[in-house]
């Protein structure tokens, strides 16, 4: 290992009492992260993006010319005009203002799974890691079995017994979507759990569950930093895909998965209807995926 | 001897009957009795008209008709045995009924040569042409639809849909168990070619029940060797125009003439090649030439009708079919006989149709135009008329004043194509513009909405019925009684109601029996039992080699679809230009 390679843990072991990362207080790991991250171009580029749907999502009331559900039946299937510039759909609404809503609702399940994903993930993975012995067996077990089945299957095997909507989303993404968080804790777990500063806490007379909180945990926080800005963009897209096949997002709240699904059979009459939520999908997933990649590199040069 | 009557004098007879108020069915009777007095013009008509060609014209060598796609044979049939289960999804042209309905959507007879009744309607006899043959050459005599029909009855087949026979005197109850000796059942053949019919009561539209799928044959002998298997390629014996030549599971049936069949000599088709394509495709295969006859879907109807190149191959044909809105009354907010009224004055029908683009028409009254029993009275138009201020008002007293306090609303639908999830949205969207009323739209996969509707645990539904055979019976009894034990859409009951379809059921003469449904959509519609929204109507496009596609009295061209089912005996090819 070449020795100034930034290794986990080695430069905070320096300074063991340190609570959590963040660019004021700062680690030499975070703030060399974040000069990376600022250097990598497709990532800001993915980042502006990213805020930029965000605000969507936020301001949609303000930015929607119409209301998601104005229907115009003297106007059907539009194209692209002056008036409206995606189009209108097949109850004549405004295609642009059912998108901004659609943003709407891609960042909440994103933003939202990805919460549930973590409440869920982060303290199993934890616990079975710091733990070890038999808590750690039966909670690998568990996740072996829960990677063993096919993911989107599974969702949708969820999204039906428990019907569609929001909330629904959010739970079936949830509850499909923690092992791989669980993992990427419980090996960090492993990994830190063996540092001198850990020991050092202990020989100090820290408690389990202190070095657990104020320890371990921080120190594991780059990892699940990736694997949630992965996650946002896999949740997102499993939102449409579930609205795509109908099991999703109920109309008239809009979704782009939706919009594709029903624009598909009309698309070599009525173009426009799936075209452009497919592209919002497209451009927020490839946006995600540039900027989970800037964070990744940035955390773990080594994996260049 | 009496001269034979031919075809066209039979219709000028039943046309000009029916302007003097003589009913289809009471004309039957009269037919049935010129036939019985010996004219041979009845029994000689033929099963289809003789191709037409214009002159330069000639017919295909090869009579080989392609057809599906666009919702016909989107799925591979569970069978074609109808006999067990009506809704198999079967090539009914495999089997010919007693009668048959015509593209006027008439029961007409097809193997019976005579039907005749007692004076009340209770009894019915059907004499049975003595020349229809099995395809293994064997007589279909009345032996086997006594058969048959008790087969449908009896418990140990499980038929899901045996209901269909319980006007049959004592079907019921042998369906039921509670009677265990199949020679009480009302069905027996006095000799191999009469089949006496005791019905529960009298049973004016008892004919055009024996043109349904409900009263095709099955063939003991086959059904006896190989069980559920019988209706395999290998296995099949019929008695249709056509036979099963080779059916391979979820890829394509190949049908050929049946030699055997008594109209053959008017059967042109030699091959039919019926492949399994599934909605999706769209008219793809029909573009590419791999089908010469398809039904279409919304999305591919403009496409075609834009191109002049295939504009002239669109047509419209019926489908007789109703959309409708149940509030189920036993949750709320429609338990609210005023919210149920608001519901029935929101709906903006002529608006939301558009949203179909063509394949709905704004709907009053259960029965579509054309069809016995269909209503145009200003009384029952008044009582959904669109009125958005008059829907608003409904609310007044109720929690709901102003379109506020609106509890969550869940509309649920199947999942199914061909328009049916645009149509639904728009009723959110003048529900939601008209009484403020949010509701989220829940679509359901076809066997669990079923088990919930039948349940009646849906909230608010969005729903079809496609009239399975052309009479008020089927509109209403079927669908709305409220004693039906089982397959009851909807929680609503009404003594009332109930007592109409009864009499309707129970009356012979059709003028009063007309008036018993007509009484009873009243009472439905004034307590909201429903809200008819849309009737359904179909498109088609075949290929210019295709003839023989019959029309109604409208001039409409008419296709298989879900009453009119013998459309290929009729077709026939033309050379290609």
Redesign the interface.
């Known amino acids: 290992m070449v020795s100034s390679t930034p290794v986990f843990g080695t430069d905070v072991a320096l300074s063991p009492r340190s609570e959590a990362i963040g660019p004021a207080r700062g680690t030499s790991l975070t703030r060399d992260a974040f000069r990376r991250l600022v250097r990598n171009r497709l990532a800001m580029l993915g980042l502006i993006v990213v805020v930029l749907m965000c605000l969507t999502a936020i301001f949609a009331d303000v930015l929607a010319p119409y209301s998601y559900?104005k229907?115009n039946?003297?106007r059907?299937n539009e194209p692209p005009s002056a008036q409206h510039w995606l189009g209108t759909d097949?109850?004549g609404r405004d295609l642009l203002s059912r998108m901004i809503y659609g943003a709407r609702i891609s960042m909440i399940v994103g933003l939202g799974s990805q919460a549930i994903v973590v409440l869920i993930g982060v303290p199993i993975g934890a616990l079975s890691g710091f733990a070890g012995g038999r808590l750690d067996l039966v909670l690998t077990r568990l996740i072996d079995v829960m990677y063993a089945f096919p993911r989107l299957l599974f969702v949708i095997l969820l999204m039906?017994m428990l019907?569609?909507?929001l909330v629904n989303i959010f739970i079936a993404i949830g509850l499909t979507g923690w092992v791989f968080i669980a993992r990427q804790t419980r090996a960090q777990m492993l990994a830190i759990k063996e540092k001198d500063f850990v020991g050092g806490a202990r020989a100090l007379g820290a408690g389990g569950w202190r070095i657990l909180g104020r320890h371990l945990l921080p120190n594991a926080m780059s990892p699940i930093i990736v694997a949630v800005t992965f996650g946002i963009p896999e949740a997102i897209f499993t939102e449409a895909a579930l609205s795509f096949i109908?099991v999703g997002i109920?109309?008239?709240?809009p979704s782009w998965g939706q919009m594709v699904g029903?624009g598909q059979?009309?698309?070599?009459?009525?173009w426009h209807l799936c075209v452009f939520p497919s592209i919002a999908i497209a451009v927020t997933m490839l946006a995600f995926t540039f900027l989970g990649d800037g964070v990744r590199d940035a955390f773990d040069p080594r994996q260049q | 001897m009496t001269p034979p009557i031919t075809d066209r004098q039979l219709d000028l007879l039943a046309e000009r009957l029916g302007s003097v108020g003589v009913g289809r069915r009471d004309f039957l009777l009269v037919a049935a009795g010129l036939a019985a007095m010996g004219a041979e013009g009845f029994n000689a008509r033929p099963v289809s008209a003789a191709p037409k060609l214009a002159p330069g014209e000639k017919l295909a060598k090869d009579q080989t008709f392609r057809y599906g796609g666009g919702g016909w044979y989107q799925v591979d049939p569970a069978s074609h045995d109808f006999n067990k289960d009506l809704y198999c999804q079967g090539q009914v042209t495999l089997f010919a009924g007693l009668m048959k309905f015509n593209a006027d959507f008439q029961a007409v007879p097809y193997l019976a040569e005579k039907v005749s009744s007692n004076a009340d309607g209770s009894v019915w006899t059907f004499t049975i042409r003595k020349d229809s043959r099995w395809s293994d050459g064997s007589p279909v005599s009345a032996r086997d639809f006594e058969w048959s029909w008790k087969r449908q009855l009896d418990p140990a087949s499980a038929a899901p849909y045996a209901s269909f026979l319980y006007d049959i005197k004592n079907g019921e109850a042998f369906n039921k168990k509670q009677i265990t000796d199949a020679g009480q059942v009302g069905v027996k053949a006095t000799n191999d070619w009469t089949l006496e019919v005791t019905l529960e009561g009298p049973r004016g539209y008892f004919p055009v029940l024996a043109a349904y799928l409900a009263a095709l044959p099955a063939h003991r002998a086959s059904v006896e060797k190989y069980g559920d298997k019988w209706t395999e390629a290998a296995n099949i014996v019929c008695n249709g125009p056509f036979v099963l030549e080779s059916w391979e599971h979820n890829k394509q049936m190949v049908l050929r003439r049946n030699k055997h069949f008594f109209g053959a000599k008017d059967v042109t088709l030699e091959k039919v090649v019926i492949p399994i394509i599934g909605v999706a495709a769209g008219a793809l295969p029909y573009d590419g030439n791999e089908i010469d006859l398809t039904s279409l879907q919304v999305a591919d109807l403009r496409r075609l009708q834009g191109d002049p190149r295939t504009a002239r191959q669109v047509f419209r044909y019926p489908f007789p079919g109703t959309w409708y809105l149940l509030p189920q009354t036993t949750k709320p907010p429609f338990d609210n006989l005023k919210v149920r009224k608001a519901v029935a004055h929101a709906i903006d029908r002529e608006n939301v149709i558009k949203v179909a683009q063509g394949f709905a028409l704004p709907a009053h009254s259960m029965i579509p135009p054309g069809f016995p029993g269909a209503l145009d009275d200003p009384k029952v138009r008044a009582l959904q008329k669109f009125d958005p201020k008059l829907a608003m008002s409904m609310l007044k007293g109720t929690p709901f004043e102003g379109g506020k306090n609106w509890p969550k609303i869940v509309l649920s639908m199947r999942d199914e194509p061909l328009g049916a999830k645009p149509l639904a949205e728009a009723v959110q969207a003048v529900l939601l513009e008209n009484l403020n009323m949010k509701t989220e739209l829940e679509v359901l996969e076809p066997r669990v909405f079923r088990e919930r509707l039948w349940k009646q645990d849906l909230q608010f539904v969005w729903i079809r019925w496609f009239m399975d055979y052309p009479d008020p019976h089927n509109e209403y009894f079927d669908t709305f009684y409220g004693k039906k034990t089982t397959g009851r859409r909807q929680a609503w009951v009404n003594a009332d109601f109930d007592r109409e379809l009864e009499a309707g059921r129970d009356t012979r003469d059709t003028k009063a029996r007309l008036a018993h449904y007509a009484k009873a959509e009243e009472i439905m519609q004034t307590d909201v039992g429903y809200v008819p929204v849309a009737w359904v109507v179909r498109y088609a496009a075949a290929k210019p080699w295709v003839r023989g596609i019959e029309r109604n009295k409208q001039g409409e061209q008419v296709v298989e679809g879900n009453i009119y089912l013998n459309m290929l005996p009729h077709l026939y090819l033309v050379e290609r230009a």
């Open positions: 559900t229907t039946f003297g059907l097949q109850l039906s019907g569609a909507g109908g109920n109309p008239p709240t029903e059979q009309y698309l070599r009459t009525y």
